[in-house]
Every structure is written in C-alpha cells, then in structure tokens.
C-alpha cells in the first residue's frame, strides 16, 4: 500500500514539474501563428514587462502572457528592455521578441523634413515614400481647425513645420504629424527668439518669412547673415527684395535658377512684383536661418548672384552687381539671384 502511495506521489510530482516544463517548451519553440498577423507595439517608459506582455497577447502575437514575462525574467531580459515601438509578428517566436526587445531594434519610419523645404516639398516627399498623398498633407497644413488649436494665425502652417526628422508609425495621421512638427518649431521660437524679434520690431510673421527666404538663398551656412543683411537693408530704404525663390512659391520647386517668364509671373509672392515682403514664409527655416535675421552681417550690401560653387558675390551698388553677374552667370535667359534686373 505505501508503495503505490509513493509511486502516485512520485506521478504527481513529475506531472507537476513535466507538464509547465512542456507548455513552457511548446511555448518557446513554437510562434503563436505564421507571420501574416504584424503589429506595431508601444513600449513606453515605465510601461511594465507585465502589461506589455499582456498586450502581445491579447493582439495574439505571443499564446501566453505569463510564460512569456516568466522566460524573459529567468533571462535576465527584463531589465534590459528598451523602450521604443517595436514591429512584431505572429510568426516571431519568445526568444526572438525578447532579443529585439533587448537589442533595442525598434521599428523606424523616418521622415526628414530639410532646412528651408515648403509644405509643398514635404508633400511631395511623404507621397514619394508611400507615407501620406500629397493632397492630404497639404489639407492637414492648411487645417483651420488645426492651426487655431496650435495658436497659428494664418492660412497655413507654412514655416511652422520644424526641420528635422521624424518616426512615422502606423496609425498616426497627416494631422498627428503636422500638429508634432508644429509643436517642435514652436518649441524653438518660444525659446528667446521670440522676445529678440519683437525687440527688433519684427513679428513672428516676419521673421519666418525672411527666414525662410535665406534658407532658401543660402547654400553655405556662413553666407546666411550676408544674405540676410541684403534683404534687411532693402527693406530698410523701400527696395523690393527681389528674390528668386519667392517667384516660384506654390508655383513649382525652387532649383536654384529661375527663368524671366518665372519673375513676371503675378503671384502673391513674387517679390519681384510686390513690394515688401511676401504674404507668408516659402519655407520652413532652421534656427540658423532665424538668427541670420536676427543678427544679420554690418554690411552695406543690397544685391548678390550666385558664383555657381554654391557661394554668392556680394555688392553694393547696381554697376557692380551687374559685373558680377557678367562674370558668373552662364545662361542668358536666367534672372541673377537676389539681384534687381
């Protein structure tokens, strides 16, 4: 009789100990499913081990949230995760969630928005990389809902969009970017740009708009105080700006030459036909641009053309201007950049 106690104990035992050593062992060597459920999951600082473990199940990427926090803490893997969005499918088994956990390989959409680019090449930029339409992106910028939530008073969020890069996951819309690149510029003008521009008698306004003219003209960060030093002394003594890049606004990409039918083309912007400056900025301007505006160069110029090395020649008067532009510019029918014709 006490064999057959001892023996039925001995079962029980094994049972207890062999049957979680088996789930654990199904668990581990077999995924939850064959690839084609894929999720983007969230990681969030101070997000435990258990709450996430329960969200991979309960979006059926693991079979069993206990097992897996269980395994990853006698890895040793739990102090080790890092935080951030991670693409996940049904076809990963355990071990290789957790090592892409821990090693950090979080799922990246980049979009990088460059210096001085408009709305409209940003646009373009997202369609290109299957992101947003170019349509919608640009409806998003010109939100009135959006723009009065974000305090923009104006028809657009053009110059309000920060330069810099950004992780697009799934599931955020053309209004979550937009309103994130707001709230990045904004970030940067709240700083002490803001009072420096209203000390000099410039808006906000203002400033975006040269600002984002000379991020426009300005190939060599160093010429951007030269370059804004021109169009602040224009402004100064009533002369149009006359700048290249303000011709083509909404109208086509601005590459760097423009041609005379592109600089008597009527647009609100064309500062070759309007006197002051542009309605609104033709770009988003980095806070290089902002404190070219804000500190522009002691110099007298008022006219520069582009030498074709990506550096401009700088002068004072017009007769000088023009022999500039004798010697750099190669192509008859382009207007000479920032120059009166």
């Given at each position: 009789m006490f064999r057959k106690q001892r023996r039925l104990c001995i079962v029980l035992l094994l049972i207890v100990i062999l049957v979680p050593i088996t789930r654990l062992t199904r668990f581990l060597l077999f995924p939850a499913g064959d690839g084609k459920r894929v999720e983007i999951v969230e990681l969030s600082r101070g997000r435990s081990l258990r709450a996430f473990a329960a969200d991979l199940e309960a979006r059926r990427i693991i079979t069993s949230a206990r097992l897996f926090v269980f395994y990853a803490r006698m890895k040793g893997g739990d102090a080790r995760l890092k935080a951030g969005p991670y693409q996940l499918d049904d076809g990963l088994r355990p071990g290789q969630i957790l090592a892409k956990m821990i090693a950090g390989d979080v799922y990246l959409r980049l979009f990088a928005l460059p210096q001085g680019y408009s709305s409209y090449q940003a646009a373009e930029m997202l369609e290109k990389r299957g992101i947003f339409t170019r349509e919608s992106f640009l409806a998003a910028c010109s939100d009135r809902t959006l723009l009065k939530e974000m305090g923009i008073d104006a028809p657009s969020a053009e110059g309000y969009l920060f330069p810099g890069s950004y992780n697009i996951l799934p599931g955020r819309s053309e209004h979550d970017v937009v309103r994130e690149m707001i709230k990045r510029q904004k970030e940067v003008l709240s700083g002490s740009i803001d009072g420096r521009a209203r000390a000099k008698g410039l808006s906000m306004r203002e400033l975006l708009v040269l600002a984002s003219?000379?991020?426009?003209?300005?190939?060599?960060?160093?010429?951007?105080?030269?370059?804004?030093?021109?169009?602040?002394?224009?402004?100064?003594?009533?002369?149009?700006?006359?700048?290249?890049?303000?011709?083509?606004?909404?109208?086509?990409?601005?590459?760097?030459?423009?041609?005379?039918?592109?600089?008597?083309?009527?647009?609100?912007?064309?500062?070759?036909?309007?006197?002051?400056?542009?309605?609104?900025?033709?770009?988003?301007?980095?806070?290089?641009?902002?404190?070219?505006?804000?500190?522009?160069?002691a110099v007298p110029y008022l006219y520069f053309v582009a030498r074709g090395d990506g550096s401009h020649h700088f002068s004072n008067d017009l007769a000088s201007h023009n022999d500039a532009v004798n010697r750099y510019l190669k192509a008859p029918s382009t207007a000479p950049r920032g120059g009166a014709r």
């Open positions: 003219m000379v991020e426009k003209e300005a190939v060599l960060p160093q010429e951007k105080p030269l370059i804004a030093a021109v169009f602040r002394n224009r402004l100064k003594i009533g002369m149009r700006l006359q700048s290249d890049p303000t011709a083509l606004y909404g109208v086509r990409a601005f590459a760097g030459k423009v041609s005379r039918d592109d600089i008597l083309k009527p647009t609100p912007y064309n500062t070759y036909l309007i006197p002051g400056l542009p309605p609104g900025p033709i770009g988003n301007p980095g806070k290089d641009a902002m404190e070219a505006v804000l500190n522009p160069a």
